[in-house]
């Protein structure tokens, strides 16, 4: 299965952003969680405003980097997407 993008609110939380997404062809939404270190890009510390920007434009490429996370069934235990660092270095290289 894969996740679809809905406009959800995004949450500012303790080392990163949570927004929601929806499992497709369901009312069923999970919670996708991105670190900081996954949006720091070249500034090496960037405020909460330069993180959330760089979140907002690069939400397509991360909730489909979150869609395939789910669909190999990489969800943590709470039932929570993680994107780090080590999910988007394939992106930056």
Do not use: C, W
Not at 35 to 53: F, H, K, M, Q, V
Not at 61 to 88: F, W
């Amino acid at each position: 299965m894969t996740l679809e993008h809905i406009d959800s609110e995004v949450v500012r939380e303790e080392n990163g952003f949570s927004f929601a997404m929806r499992v497709a062809g369901a009312q069923q939404t999970v919670r996708v969680f991105v670190s900081d270190d996954a949006l720091e890009g070249d500034s090496a510390l960037p405020d909460e405003d330069e993180l959330r920007s760089q979140l907002d434009s690069d939400r397509s490429a991360l909730e489909a980097l979150a869609s395939e996370k789910y669909s190999l069934g990489r969800v943590a235990a709470d039932g929570v997407i993680a994107i780090t660092l080590s999910d988007v270095m394939k992106f930056i290289e």
